[in-house]
């Protein structure tokens, strides 16, 4: 449990027509044995990886034994994005970083689903870019899916979305330093001015050089640099500006109404990355044509990253999807 998997991919082929053999998708779960419990996909964003519940787990607060998604009850399967580096294999993708798009992450992923012998899945939850490209799964595949929970994100990358990818990719390919400066200019958008007010209080260091908030933004900058190759993060930061369910399809409605998913949208009340005004534009679109399309929002001073912080509002919002089938199995 938890261990790292890999699965060979054989043929595949981009959206662009680019095609490619043997390509690496490695995978852990956590919990009961593939297919003897509802299996839920769990997407990870940017910086993250497979790892989501356990001794290093990034969501252990939400996944693990007892938590909010419990791997008593349920089988999660989270996979890395070939690419990510968590594998080691940094040159798992030998195209151009740019020759990919989310829908394409999103179709390795559900070859891996099949190799694995996965035809449906109860839940798929992602933040950010997975949740992005949970969106694309489901487009991909709009029966397939039980309940859709995509978290501080959107069905498309907007035009200030779009942007900020160029600023970063600008940075990744003239920077003498791509990694920390990149990071440094990618927190100020997951994170808010009150946030860094109420964490900092224009504080200094000790020895008076530099401002509190100088040294946390070198730190997170190092810190990426001494787990993320400048390959991985050149390919995640394109990948964010490619979430498009519409893309030579026809438009959102038409695309919404074909999933059958329960859609659960999650947005941030201050998120300055993916905004929530899209996420209740998306809401109000279909809401009249898809009855079980619902809308919640977590409120935080911290913006973007609260899908990562705050844990409890993020529980309370998701218990019912996951105790509902609890309490039918305790029933039955």
Do not use: C
């Not at 969106?135 to 779009?162: F, Y």
């Amino acid at each position: 449990m938890g261990k790292l998997k890999k699965i060979t991919i054989g043929e595949w082929q981009t959206e662009n027509g680019k095609t490619g053999n043997d390509i690496s998708l490695f995978y852990q779960t956590f919990g009961p044995e593939i297919n003897t419990a509802p299996i839920v996909l769990v997407n990870h964003a940017l910086t993250g990886n497979s790892a989501v519940s356990g001794e290093k787990g990034w969501w252990n607060e939400l996944i693990g034994k007892e938590k909010t998604i419990d791997t008593n009850h349920f089988t999660v399967i989270a996979f890395n994005i070939p690419g990510n580096g968590f594998d080691g294999e940094y040159d798992n993708l030998i195209l151009n970083y740019k020759d990919f798009t989310a829908r394409d992450i999103a179709a390795i992923f559900w070859k891996g689903l099949q190799e694995l012998q996965v035809e449906s899945l109860f839940g798929l939850i992602g933040g950010s870019l997975g949740g992005g490209i949970a969106w694309e799964m489901a487009a991909l595949k709009p029966d397939k899916i039980e309940n859709l929970i995509p978290i501080a994100t959107d069905w498309k990358a907007t035009d200030w979305v779009v942007a900020n990818v160029l600023v970063q990719d600008q940075i990744l390919n003239n920077s003498d330093d791509p990694i920390p400066d990149a990071r440094v200019h990618a927190m100020l958008l997951y994170r808010t001015p009150q946030s860094l007010k109420q964490k900092f209080k224009r504080k200094k260091n000790e020895t008076q050089t530099t401002f509190h908030i100088e040294d946390w933004l070198v730190h997170h900058g190092i810190k990426l640099q001494n787990r993320f190759r400048l390959a991985s993060y050149k390919l995640m930061n394109h990948l964010l500006k490619t979430i498009d369910i519409t893309r030579n399809r026809d438009d959102f409605e038409t695309v919404a109404k074909t999933i059958t998913s329960n859609i659960y949208l999650i947005a941030v009340n201050t998120d300055l990355f993916f905004i929530p005004d899209e996420n209740k534009e998306t809401f109000d679109q279909i809401r009249n044509q898809k009855s079980n399309i619902f809308y919640h929002e977590i409120k935080s001073i911290h913006g973007h990253d609260a899908f990562l912080i705050e844990y409890e509002q993020l529980s309370n919002i998701i218990s019912p999807i996951f105790n509902k089938h609890k309490q039918i199995n305790y029933a039955i």
